[in-house]
């Protein structure tokens, strides 16, 4: 059984240039769930300034309508963030620390060394408030300022973090290789993946990952995503593409894939233009539909 963290009503809709209301981000959320996702990144507790489409986080939570089965979180970089999120009643904390320098700097307005000390806070505190908690070491196999990432450093954080429920490394801007990607989780014992498809790798290294004894993939749904942090990083893999190829595998991931590709259809719409993702435009196979 693998885990799949939906990720686009944050890391998605972050990277668009339309602020959507929260009423509307909030019933993205609400969708998102009613598809049997396990895991819904809902918001993020940043900045408005610089990331002003993740403005009104606390109104994206008061929107949502819980489900049993599915677990609501959040993204913060620091204890202030961590605060909201506690106080608006998520379920876990997700933490995202960079392995860079140059990309650390730019992201968190942090040194790795800062960001990692803040994550250790967070993760202390979330234990004491029985809240799950996940670390994301994003440009864990390439920075778009520094290049190739030394292995081992990722490797040292991964350690170092471990304390989290779930460490999962990022191939932010999308240059990872399956062969990459299966030796740097089954060094680090990362038990987590996300993936970016921007140079169409994305789901081999989401596979692999899984080969390498991953239980958690981070999707978003339509393919949405990118960063605002680095240049020239397109989408995540697509959430309803990456269950296409999970389940026809026969690696159970417990999602409505009809349902996912009905919420890419309507965000379609809502977006004005054609998402990413190639399962929702060309439907899910006859023999699939009939497993």
Not at 115 to 129: F, G, Q, S
Not at 158 to 163: K, M, N, T, V, Y
Not at 178 to 204: C, E, Y
């Amino acid at each position: 059984m693998i885990t799949i963290c939906e990720v686009g009503p944050r890391d998605g809709l972050q990277n668009e240039k339309d602020v959507l209301p929260p009423e509307t981000r909030a019933e993205l959320v609400n969708r998102l769930a009613a598809a049997r996702l396990p895991v819904v990144e809902a918001v993020s507790f940043v900045s408005a300034e610089r990331v002003p489409q993740m403005v009104g986080a606390e109104e994206v939570v008061g929107g949502i309508e819980r489900r049993d089965g599915t677990v609501y979180a959040g993204l913060a970089l620091n204890e202030k963030g961590y605060d909201r999120l506690r106080e608006a009643g998520l379920d876990e904390v997700r933490f995202a620390l960079a392995a860079t320098e140059s990309f650390s700097l730019r992201n968190a307005n942090a040194s790795v060394e800062e960001a990692t000390v803040a994550a250790e806070k967070v993760l202390a505190r979330a234990r004491e408030d029985g809240l799950r908690s996940t670390i994301t070491i994003s440009v864990s196999f390439g920075c778009p300022f520094e290049g190739a990432v030394d292995p081992a450093k990722v490797v040292e954080l991964a350690e170092r973090l471990s304390a989290a429920g779930n460490v999962v490394l990022a191939d932010t801007i999308g240059v990872a290789t399956p062969g990459q990607v299966r030796k740097l989780i089954a060094d680090s014992g990362a038990s987590g993946f996300h993936g970016h498809n921007t140079r169409n790798t994305g789901f081999a290294n989401a596979y692999a990952a899984v080969e390498a004894g991953a239980t958690t993939l981070d999707s978003s749904i339509g393919g949405l995503g990118g960063c605002p942090f680095a240049p020239k990083a397109t989408g995540n893999i697509a959430t309803e593409d990456l269950a296409y190829m999970l389940e026809g595998d026969g690696v159970e991931t417990g999602v409505d894939l009809e349902a996912l590709i009905q919420i890419s259809q309507w965000l379609e719409q809502l977006l004005g233009r054609q998402l990413e993702g190639q399962v929702y435009r060309a439907g899910a196979s006859p023999a699939s539909r009939s497993t």
